[in-house]
DNA sequence: GCATATATTAATAAGATTATTAAATAATAA
DNA sequence: TTATTATTTAATAATCTTATTAATATATGC
């Protein structure tokens, strides 16, 4: 059954379990297909993660991760508040770039299931209270020196966020409504980290 | 089992699984509890729409309807190009606020289910061109005439549906995250219209 | 090799879900 | 009233789901 030695069966269930939960969500994913998918016995789903739960919470935490890390992805380094702008985009856009699926799994799962909600909550609770803080204090510095607009943490956070999150969640819906090719869609999400990039920049202007 | 006379029993049970489907999706909604919710037997549920499809689908095609709508919302009036864009972003982000959970359903439900993408595509596939295509020409003569940088319509567009479409999608997380009270959310989306209408017209400067 | 632990499978219990059917009830028209 | 149609219900078939269990196969240490 182990196809490749260097993958332990368990790695390759919660491989498998995380492209089905990407791709469908829980509700529409069962412990039957993954291990059909899987290649193994469907009770060895459960002999090692148990219930089905448990097993989209291993792959929740770590897309929950990765998406949180995006959102407060920090950047330290001695450059203009411009250029930290700029940094931060980018640095979100291309880990969505690199999980393009992720989102849709997180909007969804946290849209339906209001136990993740506290559980995500409980994760980041006072994290994104000292990130708001930290960009509350930068924003003041640069309003006070006249070189951006007045202008909240909260909206420009949520502007950043949506320009950069939806082509990804709208995707399928894009290609198709677009009759786009692969190719054309990968050009367009290569052009448009540069066009959120200026649309941002350009909305901070006084 | 009629409470009320003006509402016949179809429409209640539609009502009821629109609610439903909205708060949870099709996967999670079952025809059991929207016939318990309704009031009603469970057989009734099929007898009116005989399948939770075609339930789904009435729902569905009522809500697509709403969002292309939002979507491809033209304004005819005789104004200048910027208030023509204020005022596209203004219906379009209006038609969200008062279907928040609209965003939600369409894209979960085009995200898990393909069928329902060929459905949609079927339904709008040359709006879309047009629209676009009206969209090309204006923003050409406005490049032309200098007063906005060039431009491609897909980004406009993208732009728009970006930041008028995040918050209704996240609102449960940004509530949770942010230990928003219902009213302190409530003035967040009073005053992000604002916001998105000011970044989109920045964003269009030379 | 043998004993012990680990991994895997087949079988199945328990429960939920969609959909159908036949019977009962309510509304309507003649 | 009575016949006919529309609405509603109870019962249930068929299928699928998660999860458990006991039995089998495989690996590991001694």
């Known amino acids: 059954m182990k196809q490749n030695p260097d993958t332990t069966t368990e790695q390759l269930i919660l491989e498998t379990a995380e ?3 990407l791709e469908k969500g829980f ?3 069962s412990t039957t297909e ?3 998918i899987a ?6 789903v459960h002999y090692y993660f148990r219930t089905k739960d448990r097993l989209f919470d291993a792959v929740f935490e770590k897309n929950a991760g990765l998406f949180i890390s995006a959102f407060l992805q920090g950047v330290e380094e ?3 508040f411009e250029e930290k702008v700029r940094k931060k985009v980018e640095i979100q856009y291309d880990i969505l770039k690199a999980n393009p699926k992720m989102p849709f799994l997180f909007f969804n799962e946290l849209n339906t299931n209001p136990k993740r909600l506290n559980l995500l909550k409980e994760k980041i ?3 994104t209270k000292s990130f708001f803080l930290q960009m509350e204090n930068e924003l003041r510095v640069e309003i006070e020196k006249g070189t951006i607009r007045p202008m909240t943490a909260m909206n420009l956070m949520l502007t950043i966020l949506s320009l950069n999150l939806v082509l990804f969640l709208a995707s399928p819906v894009l290609k198709v409504i677009t009759d786009m090719t692969d190719t054309e869609f990968q050009s367009l999400i290569e052009s448009r980290k540069r ?3 200026t649309v ?3 909305s901070l202007r006084p």
Chains 1, 2 share one sequence.
Do not use: D
């Open 19 to 21: 492209n089905l939960f």
């Open 27 to 29: 509700a529409l994913t």
């Open 34 to 36: 993954i291990a059909r």
């Open 39 to 44: 290649g193994c016995n469907q009770a060895l």
């Open 78 to 80: 001695n450059i203009s």
């Open 125 to 127: 609770g006072n994290l």
């Open 195 to 197: 066009e959120n990039v």
């Open 200 to 202: 941002i920049l350009k």
